[in-house]
Nanobody
Framework: QVQLVESGGGLVQPGGSLRLSCANS????????MGWYRQAPGKQRELVAT???????NFVDSVKGRFTISRDSAKKTWYLQMNDLKPEDTAVYYC?????????WGQGTQVTVSS
C-alpha cells in the first residue's frame, strides 16, 4: 500500500526558504512522475513542480527560478526546495506520485509566508 508522508512545512518570512519532503514510506513502487501541488484558500489546486523518473523537471511559471525539485531514489523521497518565498506562495502543499494507472497524494502540509 502506498503512503506518501510529507514534512517540512511551516511559517517563514518573505524572502525565506523551506524544504518540503515527500517519502514513499510503505511501497517499493517506482513512480513515473513525482511532484508537488498547492492549494491556497478559495483557489483551485495547482501544479507547482514535477520530476520524472528520468530526472526531467517542470515548474509553474510563478516559481521558476525560486523553487527546485529533486529526488533521492534510494530513499524513495523527493523534495521541493523553496527559496525567496513570497506571501502568494502561502498554501497547503501536497505531494503527488503517478504510475501508469494510479495517482497518489500526500496528506498536505501548510506553508505560510508572512511577516
Amino acid at each position: 500500500q502506498v503512503q506518501l508522508v510529507e514534512s517540512g512545512g511551516g511559517l517563514v518570512q518573505p524572502g525565506g526558504s523551506l524544504r518540503l519532503s515527500c517519502a514513499n514510506s510503505r511501497s517499493s513502487i517506482a513512480f513515473l512522475i513525482m511532484g508537488w501541488y498547492r492549494q491556497a484558500p478559495g483557489k483551485q489546486r495547482e501544479l507547482v513542480a514535477t520530476i520524472t523518473n528520468s530526472g526531467n523537471t517542470n515548474f509553474v511559471d510563478s516559481v521558476k527560478g525560486r523553487f527546485t525539485i529533486s529526488r533521492d531514489s534510494a530513499k524513495k523521497t523527493w523534495y521541493l526546495q523553496m527559496n525567496d518565498l513570497k506571501p502568494e506562495d502561502t498554501a497547503v502543499y501536497y505531494c503527488n506520485a503517478q504510475t501508469t494507472i494510479f495517482t497518489y497524494w500526500g496528506q498536505g502540509t501548510q506553508v505560510t509566508v508572512s511577516s
